[in-house]
């Protein structure tokens, strides 16, 4: 059985494999067309029956999940967490909650 950790650590071997493989453009460009699928599928939410239209967002939400790990791999994990600590606490100013 596969542990969550074994699971990261494929997916960021498969990831670095498809950077090695297309190049930083091409995986780029991938983010874009996958983020705009994202896009496309919150906004079918209120349009389409709500489960296929949860699915949607769902399988986007994967394909998103595994650009974002090329995205990490290409601009540095350390960076994006550095950012990802700002904004966070930026967040808990405005909650009100710091």
Not at 76 to 84: A, D, F, L
């Amino acid at each position: 059985m596969s542990t969550i950790n074994d699971t990261m650590n494929d997916m960021t071997e498969l990831c670095q494999q498809a950077i090695d493989t297309w190049g930083e453009d091409l995986q780029i460009k991938m983010m874009i067309d996958e983020c705009s699928e994202l896009i496309q599928a919150l906004c079918k939410l209120t349009r389409k029956n709500k489960e296929e239209a949860e699915a949607d967002v769902v399988s986007e939400l994967a394909d998103v999940e595994l650009m974002l790990t090329q995205m990490n791999l290409m601009f540095g994990r350390e960076r994006v967490v550095e950012q990802i600590e700002y904004k966070k606490n930026r967040l808990r100013e405005r909650l009100g909650t710091s």
